[in-house]
T-cell receptor
Framework: ETGVTQTPRHLVMGMTNKKSLKCEQH?????MYWYKQSAKKPLELMFV???????ENNSVPSRFSPECPNSSHLFLHLHTLQPEDSALYLC?????????????FGPGTRLTVL | GENVEQHPSTLSVQEGDSAVIKCTYS??????FPWYKQELGKRPQLIID?????GEKKDQRIAVTLNKTAKHFSLHITETQPEDSAVYFC??????????????FGTGTLLAVQP
C-alpha cells in the first residue's frame, strides 16, 4: 500500500479503556505528525517526530502518549480519555529539510469516547 | 505564538463563478503558506503553496497571492466546478526547509459550488 495509512479507521472506547492508534508511511519520509481535528476548530498539531526524535509537544494532556519506533511508524497510545477527546485523529508525514515541505495525511481514525 | 485566521467559514457560489478565501497570520517570521483541500470523509490534500519570497503563484484554475506587509494570503479559484466543493484550509509555517514543518492551520472554509 502506498502513501500514509492509519488503523483503525474507527474506534469507540470507554473512558477507562487503553487503546492505540497506528500510522505507517510508505513515502520514505523522516518526519511524522499527529493532528487532532474537531468540528469547527482548526487542525491542532499534537506531536511532531523528526528523525525519530520528538521535537514538538504542544502541551497535550498526558493521557495521549506518542511512540515513534522508526521513521515509518508512529503510534498514539490512549488511556483514560474524556468525551471531549472524541475527534478525527490524523497522521501526516513529510521530508524534513527537503525541497518540498508538503505534508501527506493519512485517512484518519474517527475516535469516539463514551 | 502564531495565529491564523480564515474567512469566510462558508462560501456558496454558482458553477463557473470565482471563489476567494482569505487568511491572515500573526507571525511575521512565517515563510511558507500552503492550502489544503479536504473533501467530505477524506484526508486533507495539498493543492497549492507559496513561499514568502513570491507574491503570487498559479496552477491552472487556482492561484494564491501573498501580501507580506499586511500578512494576508488568499486562495483564488476560477471557473468553479461542483468537484471543487470541499473544506479548504490555509496554514502558515516559519520552518520551511527545516527539521520539521510545523503548520498552524486556519479554521477552514466550506465551499459549496451549486450546479
Amino acid at each position: 500500500e502506498t502513501g500514509v495509512t492509519q488503523t483503525p479507521r474507527h474506534l469507540v472506547m470507554g473512558m477507562t479503556n487503553k487503546k492505540s492508534l497506528k500510522c505507517e508511511q510508505h513515502l520514505g519520509h523522516n518526519a511524522m505528525y499527529w493532528y487532532k481535528q474537531s468540528a469547527k476548530k482548526p487542525l491542532e498539531l499534537m506531536f511532531v517526530y523528526s528523525l525519530e526524535e520528538r521535537v514538538e509537544n504542544n502541551s497535550v494532556p498526558s493521557r495521549f502518549s506518542p511512540e515513534c519506533p522508526n521513521s515509518s511508524h508512529l503510534f498514539l497510545h490512549l488511556h483514560t480519555l474524556q468525551p471531549e477527546d472524541s475527534a478525527l485523529y490524523l497522521c501526516a508525514s513529510s521530508q524534513a529539510g527537503g525541497r518540498s515541505n508538503e505534508q501527506f495525511f493519512g485517512p484518519g481514525t474517527r475516535l469516539t469516547v463514551l | 505564538g502564531e495565529n491564523v485566521e480564515q474567512h469566510p467559514s462558508t462560501l456558496s457560489v454558482q458553477e463557473g463563478d470565482s471563489a476567494v478565501i482569505k487568511c491572515t497570520y500573526s507571525d511575521s517570521a512565517s515563510n511558507y503558506f500552503p492550502w489544503y483541500k479536504q473533501e467530505l470523509g477524506k484526508r486533507p490534500q495539498l493543492i497549492i503553496d507559496i513561499r514568502s519570497n513570491v507574491g503570487e503563484k498559479k496552477d491552472q484554475r487556482i492561484a494564491v497571492t501573498l501580501n507580506k506587509t499586511a500578512k494576508h494570503f488568499s486562495l483564488h479559484i476560477t471557473e468553479t466546478q461542483p468537484e471543487d466543493s470541499a473544506v479548504y484550509f490555509c496554514a502558515a509555517s516559519k520552518n520551511y526547509g527545516g527539521a520539521t514543518n510545523k503548520l498552524i492551520f486556519g479554521t477552514g472554509t466550506l465551499l459549496a459550488v451549486q450546479p
